[in-house]
């Protein structure tokens, strides 16, 4: 529990054990979210203790945030020693943190000359990627073009925001929104005839995820990345990845496109990329790289955020980002991704379809019809995947849906042997359960 010296007085004379916090959340936050019925005091690692004392072994760290699981070692050493340093500097000033955190995106993670913009979220990061594909349009072809039209894919999520809603591929986020934003078009994923059919001389930029996360861990194909970049090089236009969770290691390289494209003869770079979530393990950080070529369309009085790459943010950035390339991090997700699918390919439940996605983000696709014949299924009024992600978290596995048949795995990227082992053995026993066994 928290320091009682640290909180507001007002607070800390009702702050005790009458006061649940099931009802002091309902009493007065916004209730936007579906929460699960637990709160959580303390985690290490792959480990959460809700407030019962019960230990959970948490396979969505954050949804895909807490790369190095929780609270490690690194990111609290850094936030003690930059805190006491540094927190906040204004962005009209020069922020060293700032510059050694873009040198390792741009040296390690891309590997190609290109400009960094750090934000908050991976909203904020696709926001900005929105608006570096129109200034550059009108910078190029003047104030009254009307090469503004980005192009998105369905089932996609680009984030909450005004923009990101606009962008993102599934309706059920517009409602009671309008108007929305103009100059969105939404294609099929892994459609390369149709995305073609849909771009021309409106459109400024393609943007969409390597693998889609929210919309049920869907992987591009190599053709579809093929037909995208021809796109760009025909209608002068940019390509852009939304690597917000699937980015920054989760698939084992630092790009995800990368990961996806490996071995498959399809060589493709983007023009421009955006990273949120694990990117800062759990600190509240996001950010977007540009090639060279277009850094320029955002130029002084373009585009800014107050606390868009503080000391104190990059300081920890630095710290688990150096962290995954130092600790064999990356080899790691390669390696358990290797061991899941091997253990789940003996598994035989009707329940459960196939597992798909890369790296560790992977997804467990229910079968709708088979989930039918579960008890307490149909009287649930839940989705399949809710449904399962209820049940593993009362056997102690913390997993995430993915719309509504699709059950998410999204361990921290040091996982180890022992915890990938005990997360099947305690999925394998949900299943089983489940399917009556």
């Not at 006061?19 to 959580?40: C, E, K, W």
């Not at 996360?213 to 760009?232: D, V």
């Not at 390509?239 to 990368?258: I, K, S």
């Amino acid at each position: 529990m928290s320091d009682p010296s640290s909180i507001p007085a007002s607070v800390a004379a009702e702050d005790d054990a009458s006061l649940s916090t099931a009802q002091l959340m309902h009493d007065y936050v916004l209730g936007n979210y579906g929460r699960f019925p637990i709160a959580f005091e303390r985690g290490e690692g792959a480990w959460l203790w809700a407030e019962d004392g019960r230990r959970y072994l948490d396979f969505s760290s954050g949804v895909a945030v807490c790369a190095l699981g929780h609270s490690p070692r690194v990111m609290v050493d850094a936030l003690a020693t930059q805190g006491a340093k540094l927190i906040h500097c204004s962005n009209l000033y020069w922020v060293r943190e700032q510059a050694r955190l873009a040198r390792f995106v741009v040296e390690t993670m891309m590997e190609r000359p290109g400009k960094v913009f750090f934000c908050n979220s991976g909203a904020e990061a696709n926001d900005g990627l929105i608006k570096l594909a129109r200034k550059r349009a009108w910078e190029k072809y003047g104030a009254g073009t009307n090469k503004n039209v980005v192009i998105t894919c369905k089932q996609s999520f680009h984030g909450r925001t005004l923009g990101g809603i606009a962008a993102t591929g599934q309706e059920k986020v517009k409602i009671g929104f309008d108007p929305l934003l103009p100059g969105f078009l939404h294609v099929p994923f892994n459609d390369p005839q149709t995305l073609r059919e849909a771009v021309n001389e409106t459109t400024a930029a393609i943007l969409f995820e390597p693998v889609q996360g929210e919309g049920g861990i869907n992987t591009a194909t190599p053709e579809f990345f093929a037909e995208a970049a021809k796109l760009r090089d025909e209608f002068d236009l940019l390509l852009m990845f939304d690597e917000v969770q699937c980015g920054a290691g989760r698939t084992g390289d630092w790009c995800g496109w990368r990961t996806v494209l490996e071995g498959s003869g399809v060589a493709v770079e983007p023009d421009a990329v955006s990273w949120a979530k694990g990117f800062a393990g759990g600190f509240p950080m996001g950010s977007f790289w540009v090639a060279d070529e277009h850094a320029a369309a955002l130029g002084p009085g373009t585009h800014g955020s107050t606390f868009g790459g503080t000391p104190l943010a990059c300081a920890v950035a630095l710290a688990v980002l150096g962290e995954i390339e130092k600790a064999g991090v990356l080899a790691n997700v390669k390696r358990q991704e290797s061991r899941i699918r091997d253990a789940v390919a003996k598994w035989d439940f009707a329940i459960l379809r196939e597992l798909r996605g890369v790296g560790l983000m992977l997804g467990f696709v229910l079968d709708t019809e088979a989930m039918g014949s579960v008890a307490g299924f149909a009287e649930s009024g839940k989705t399949p995947s809710i449904f399962v992600v209820n049940a593993a978290r009362e056997a102690g596995l913390l997993t995430v849906p993915a719309g509504e048949t699709v059950v998410r795995w999204l361990p921290p990227l040091n996982v180890t042997d022992a915890e990938v082992d005990e997360a099947l053995a305690l999925f394998h026993s949900v299943l089983s359960t489940l399917s009556g066994r």
